[in-house]
């Protein structure tokens, strides 16, 4: 079974400009969950969907969004950048067993720079 | 809310030994997960090993093993017979158990674990 995938790998954009990533969740997963990871805050929940609802969000600006498609792609956006927003963006999928989603799978993340 | 504390930043170890990460977390609930999560230098975010808060059993993984004290808010990571590709950070985190989809995982601040040939 192919592992979670995440596009581009690495992408530098400037302040103020806009910017979407993209997930591939593991054939099956219907629940897509973004992460943001930052050497001074760590690892924080962005947020999570599940056929294409948003069921969970973290603490973010609005400026960070995300969406769902029908085959349980996601993408997730951020508008305005700021360079604080320079992070390594991990997205994480995760299917049923035995009745609970108690696992996830992380794909390899998204090294977004802000300059 | 949640909270997960990894109060060791670095650790160091020697090849074929015994090291305890450690990891402490708050909650008010009594039915969650917890997790230790590896992360190498390629950032790829590998699952150690799981924990359902209603087992008392510790839960282990070959060479991984969990200390589990649930009183006490402890999930401490035990790595026998340390080798060289275990040097990587690692992540203590939580995740509250709930039917359907809710895999908010609330992580610690990790520790850098390395380990001397």
């Known amino acids: 079974k192919a592992g979670v995938t995440q596009t581009p790998r690495y992408l530098i954009k400037t302040r103020g400009q806009q910017v979407t990533l993209s997930c591939s969740p593991i054939s099956g997963h219907r629940s897509v969950s973004w992460y943001q990871q930052t050497p001074g805050q760590g690892l924080q929940f962005l947020f999570e969907?599940?056929?294409?609802?948003?069921?969970n969000k973290g603490n973010f600006p609005g400026r960070f969004s995300g969406r769902q498609f029908s085959n349980s792609r996601s993408e997730m956006n951020v508008s305005t950048l700021e360079l604080g927003d320079s992070a390594l963006y991990l997205c994480?999928?995760?299917?049923?067993?035995?009745?609970?989603?108690?696992?996830?799978?992380f794909g390899p993340g998204t090294r977004l720079t802000v300059l | 809310a949640q909270t997960v504390t990894q109060s060791q930043p670095e650790m160091s170890v020697q090849e074929a030994e015994t090291v305890t990460l450690s990891c402490t977390y708050d909650t008010s609930e009594s039915d969650y997960y917890l997790f230790w999560y590896k992360q190498p230098p390629s950032r790829q975010m590998i699952l150690v090993i799981r924990?359902?808060?209603?087992?008392?059993q510790n839960a282990t993984e070959n060479r991984f093993s969990v200390n589990f004290q649930k009183a006490a808010k402890s999930f401490s990571l035990k790595i026998s017979d340390s080798q060289l590709g275990d040097a990587a950070m690692y992540f203590c985190a939580y995740r509250l158990f709930l039917t359907g989809a809710n895999s908010k995982l609330t992580f610690g601040k990790g520790i850098t674990l390395s380990v001397r040939p």
């Open positions: 924990q359902e808060a209603y087992k008392q």
């Open positions: 994480a999928s995760s299917g049923r067993s035995g009745g609970s989603y108690n696992e996830q799978f």
């Open positions: 969907y599940f056929s294409e609802t948003q069921r």
